[in-house]
């Protein structure tokens, strides 16, 4: 079957550097999206790897190792703003062609 | 459009009530998802379709939930007699599907609140 997990919730500081993890099991893997989704908005695309190493966006990089099945989103320089929640999905081959099973989400509260 | 958009943004009803759910795609997107929220969980895979087939519709919770699509258009989800346990955000999102890059992802819609009383 397909397991996707995150920490449920995290805490950091306006201005520091915090690393969400996502650790996923499942057959035929096509890829890994980060979503942000803000309390009560659509999940927004931040960022797809499907071969390993690290993507860099800006303040934010997403990294890959699928021998271990593990991903990190990597947000630096943490902005009030970056207060939301971070899901990790995973894309498969087969069955579906385009649907992504989705972790439970990551809340991220940024304190000042 | 310019974005996914989605009605009614909120829906409160009745237990054993039937709603409707209404997505509009992005123009020229082929595939359209409806995936479900529940409150503090992840998102949920309910159908997916191309075009106007739906080739996987292995995520509907029951028979009461169905799903159509009008050409590469407007999408409905409709839940019959519905039931306090369906209370959740439906969103939909779509991209290009079959011909779009492999990194194509998907873009939502802001979702529809459905409470059940």
């Known amino acids: 079957g397909q397991n996707i997990d995150q920490p449920t919730e995290m805490t950091a500081t306006e201005g520091a550097i915090v690393q969400i993890n996502c650790t996923y099991q499942?057959?035929?893997?096509?890829?890994l999206f980060w979503y942000q989704q803000h309390a009560g908005e659509a999940p927004t695309f931040l960022s797809y790897n499907v071969l390993d190493g690290l993507e860099e966006k800006g303040r934010f990089s997403s990294f890959l190792s699928r021998s271990k099945g593990y991903s990190y989103l990597l947000l630096k320089e943490l902005q009030m703003k970056d207060s939301a929640s971070y899901l990790c999905?995973?894309?498969?081959?087969?069955?579906?062609?385009?649907?992504?099973?989705f972790g439970k989400g990551t809340k991220l509260s940024v304190k000042p | 459009g310019a974005g996914v958009s989605q009605s009614p943004s909120n829906k409160v009803t009745e237990k054993g009530k039937d709603v409707e759910l209404r997505c509009d795609p992005i123009?020229?997107?082929?595939?359209l998802y409806w995936y479900r929220q529940r409150l503090g969980q992840g998102l949920e895979f309910l159908i997916y379709?191309?075009?106007?087939?739906?080739?996987?519709k292995s995520g509907l919770p029951s028979d009461r939930f169905s799903a159509e699509r009008t050409g590469e258009s407007v999408s409905t989800l409709t839940i019959q007699r519905t039931q306090q346990e369906d209370s959740a955000v439906y969103l939909c999102?779509?991209?290009?599907?079959?011909?779009?890059?492999?990194?194509?992802?998907?873009?939502f819609g802001p979702g529809t609140r459905l409470t059940v009383l």
């Open positions: 123009s020229g997107h082929t595939a």
């Open positions: 999102a779509s991209n290009r599907g079959f011909g779009g890059a492999r990194t194509d992802t998907q873009y």
């Open positions: 379709f191309q075009g106007n087939s739906a080739p996987d």
């Open positions: 499942t057959s035929g893997f096509n890829g």
């Open positions: 999905a995973v894309r498969r081959y087969g069955g579906s062609q385009g649907n992504l099973i």
